[in-house]
């Protein structure tokens, strides 16, 4: 059986069994086959198959009884029923209890064999999707959450630290923050981590959308299926939630007080297991004292509160943020890694960022695969960054302030080297007494430069000098 995807299979008729395990081997399977069905569990466990074939009506236990076996025991793995005596009230039961799908006597060995194919098609997946979330569990914060603000390391704090409990999220941050891979983080670090992470835009959440389908329609090819059914085990991740419909708002505080979906058309509710995870960017809690958003959804969902600081409050982290791009870029593209010049990374913590580390990240792209240069200049970068205050934030009083700060900086700095750091030129030039403008040198912290350029004036006077 080395090297073989196993199948048990259980069936009170042997006759079915043994053609069954004969269609099955055919095709490159390993069998392991009996005709009692209380041996189901054991021999689950001491061969592991990838999945379990039981007939429905049986002696002793029926197949519900080793569907709810085996789900108990390895509750991923999945189970085909065949019955004889199909009805939709047992296909119904059976789905709910975890089938994975039901094939209906007689039977053809296609039909088996698509079955089988469909069962070891999800055991690939799940297999594919724990390795890839054992890896994102690990290397999740050092790929995608990256600076060292105090503000930042909070709120990745709070994610690592609420990510095991149960609790229900909101997230508020501006457009761009990581909004999205907050929640992302949480689903991957919680207990959720196999199951699914749904994200669906708010402003499209219909009332029909969050019903499940009625009985009747289950098993129909492509009926649709409830937001919360898909999501069943897993994360649902509301984004921009300040777009629910009013109607949506109001049944999605039953259906979280509850645990429960509506059936559409039908005097009937399904449990489901969903954590819900939203997020917005604005004031949710003044939309909902101006009476725009219900009062019991905003508790509901506010259970814990992670804020996402906008770039402009963490800029220290913009360079760290641009050395992260340009590896990350250089490993996609096969090329050496960018780096930014000092007096570029000074213009780009200038910049407000409205868009945030998503701007941030989009604009280092651009502008490494422009350049024609390693190291980017500030020529490099986009007019609109080159040529920003970024005051816009800040009070009239406060940007013109700043916009002086700036100026005096860069006329003094122009000066000093014009005059290569001749006090008594650059004073007669700027029009302003000598000791005013060594306070002036003190407070902008040029005082250094004077020393600098009048070193570095006398060097090229000796070399002129020796050539001479």
Known sequence: MSGKKTILLIDDEPDLLESCV??????????????????????????????????????GKNGM??????????????????????????????VKMGAFDYV??????????????????????????????????????????????????EAVEL??????????ILICGETGTGKELAARAVHV????????????????LTKEMIEAVPIKDIGADGSPKSIFEVADGGTLYLER????????????????????????????????DVRIIASTTIDLFAEMMKSKFQENLYYSLNVVNITMPPLRERKEDIGILCDHFFR???????????????????????YDWPGNVRQLRNVMETVALSSESRELEISDIPEE?????????????????????????????????????????????????????????????????????????????KGKSKED
């Open 22 to 59: 004969r269609i099955l081997e055919d095709e490159g399977f390993a069998c392991v086959a009996t005709t009692e069905s209380h041996q189901a569990l054991s021999l689950a466990k001491l061969h592991n198959p990838f999945m379990v074939i039981t007939d429905f009506m049986m002696p």
């Open 65 to 94: 009884e080793v569907l709810a076996d085996i789900k108990t025991e390895f509750p991923r793995m999945p189970v085909v029923m065949i019955s004889a005596y199909a009805t939709i009230n047992g296909v119904v039961e059976a």
């Open 104 to 153: 209906t006597k007689p039977f053809s060995s296609d039909q088996l064999i698509i079955a089988v194919r469909r069962a070891l098609e999800q055991h690939r997946l799940q297999t594919e999707n724990e390795a890839l979330n054992k890896k994102l569990k690990g290397d999740f914060f050092n790929h995608f959450f990256v600076g060292k603000h105090p503000k930042f390391l």
């Open 159 to 168: 994610i690592c630290k609420v990510a095991k409990s149960e609790s229900n």
């Open 189 to 204: 670090h919680s207990k959720r981590a196999g199951e699914p992470f749904i994200t669906i835009d708010s402003a499209t």
């Open 241 to 272: 939630v300040e777009e629910l419909d009013p109607a949506v708002q109001s049944i999605l505080i039953r259906v979280l007080q509850d645990s429960k979906i509506p059936r559409k058309d039908e005097w009937e509710s399904v449990a489901v």
């Open 328 to 350: 990350e870029m250089a490993e996609k593209n096969g090329t050496d890694a960018s780096i930014l010049h000092k007096d570029t990374l000074a213009k780009l913590m200038e």
């Open 385 to 461: 960054i080159r040529y920003s205050s970024g005051s816009s934030h800040f009070a009239y009083k406060e940007a013109r302030q700043k916009w002086l700060e700036r100026f005096e900086k860069h006329y003094l700095q122009n000066l000093l080297f014009s005059h290569k750091g001749n006090i008594s030129r650059a004073s007669e030039v700027a029009g302003v007494a000598r000791m005013s403008l060594y306070r002036m040198l003190k407070r902008t912290g040029l005082n250094k430069l004077v020393i600098h350029e009048r070193t570095a004036d006398k060097n090229r006077i």
